[in-house]
């Protein structure tokens, strides 16, 4: 079979197996996230094999320990931001009305007092009133409040995503467990259907894929944890309202390079220059906050942990999240990061075989 064949072939087949996902939808995501934890997991399991422990041992330890930070994020910190999330909703209408009535009250004193003689000559000094901000912002807010509260409504009462969330506590651990009891037996068994001629390539991209995912994924893992807890306790400790949500948020948006330290920027500014104004201290202690994560994360931890080589860029990453959320679902969500790398790994490899092809260098003239 030629090489065009088998990428004929290998595409049909990658494209059947994303139809059969598609199909199945959310019946597939306690499994996946199982496969993903499994993976996340094996590094340590392999440290405690190293220890003495055989690898039943390790994975029941580690798993065990893992089981116990979960319930006790859900027993300790789930009502916490649950009740600051719901408070937040409530006030969130209120902040935008202020902040857009802030911003054109003080620009327009600035205005008057800088630049009125400018503005009355170009005939644009007409100032807008607080009654005009408020009824620019409420149409939107309206809808965004409603689509807010529909979304948790849907959430919490309906019988499919209670049954899907059940699901994913109990079967998804489940799956790691035998995962990462079996998963060099079938690494090594997904390595002998390789086709022959090419193994050694194939091995070559799967270790490539392999190095950006463990940097990507376990490194940026420890990036959001680290980010979250201190966003949330140093934007609590400054008194900050909805401090411990807006960190915990940024955290976990910290997943896409620069989305979460944005947020966690955005929304603690907003909601400190409404509550501390006119005062500014708790507006520059919050940018302190952000701004010491946002640099222990782009000099100390990312370079440290993720490194240069991963090869996702952001843009790439978010894209890939936001497409195999818009198909997959919450599906989408967990396998978004694999299949960029793995897309991205490919994608490189397939561009150095056109760049040496026929096709790229055309046919070499006959001398004369």
Not at 142 to 154: D, F, I, T
Not at 161 to 183: E, G, K, M, N, R
Not at 195 to 220: C, T, V
Not at 315 to 339: D, E, R, S, T
Request: aromatic share 12%; net charge positive.
């Amino acid at each position: 079979m030629s090489l065009e064949r088998q990428i004929l072939f290998w595409a049909v087949a990658v494209a059947a197996i994303f139809y059969v996902v598609y199909l199945l939808g959310s019946t597939i995501t306690p499994f996946a996230a199982g496969i993903v934890l499994g993976y996340l997991l094996d590094p340590i399991v392999l440290k405690l094999q190293s220890l003495g422990l055989n690898r039943l041992g390790a994975t029941l330890l580690i798993l065990i320990a893992f089981a116990l930070g979960v319930v006790i994020v859900l027993i300790l910190v789930a009502p916490i931001l649950s009740n600051q999330f719901i408070a937040f909703s409530q006030r969130l209408p209120d902040y935008a009305v202020r902040l857009q009535a802030l911003a054109v009250e003080e620009g327009n004193a600035l205005i008057a007092k800088y630049g009125g003689g400018w503005l009355h000559a170009l005939g644009l000094n007409q100032q807008l009133s607080s009654a005009q901000i408020q009824s620019s912002v409420s149409n939107f807010v309206a809808q965004g409040a409603k689509w807010l509260l529909n979304a948790l409504q849907s959430l919490v009462s309906g019988g499919a995503a209670v049954f899907s969330f059940l699901s994913l506590l109990i079967i998804t651990p489940v799956v790691a467990f035998y995962i990462l009891i079996d998963w060099h037996r079938m690494i090594s068994e997904i390595d002998s259907w390789l086709p022959l001629d090419y193994r050694d390539s194939l091995r070559k991209i799967a270790r490539e894929i392999n190095h950006a995912l463990a940097g990507f994924i376990r490194g940026q893992s420890i990036v959001c944890l680290f980010l979250g807890l201190w966003y949330g306790i140093g934007l609590t400790l400054i008194g900050l309202d909805f401090g411990f949500l807006i960190g915990v948020l940024g955290g976990l948006l910290s997943f896409v390079p620069y989305v979460g330290s944005l947020t966690a920027l955005v929304l603690s500014l907003g909601v400190a220059l409404v509550q501390g104004w006119p005062s500014l201290k708790l507006l520059f202690m919050a940018l302190a906050v952000v701004g010491v994560g946002q640099f222990l994360e782009g000099y100390v931890l990312s370079p440290k942990l993720v490194g240069e080589s991963v090869g996702l860029h952001p843009v790439w990453l978010m894209f890939a999240l936001l497409a195999f959320g818009q198909l997959f679902g919450f599906l989408g969500l967990l396998i978004a990061v694999p299949m960029a790398a793995a897309i991205g790994v490919v994608a490189r490899h397939l561009i150095a075989v056109y760049l040496t092809s026929p096709l790229y260098r055309g046919r070499s003239k006959p001398e004369r």
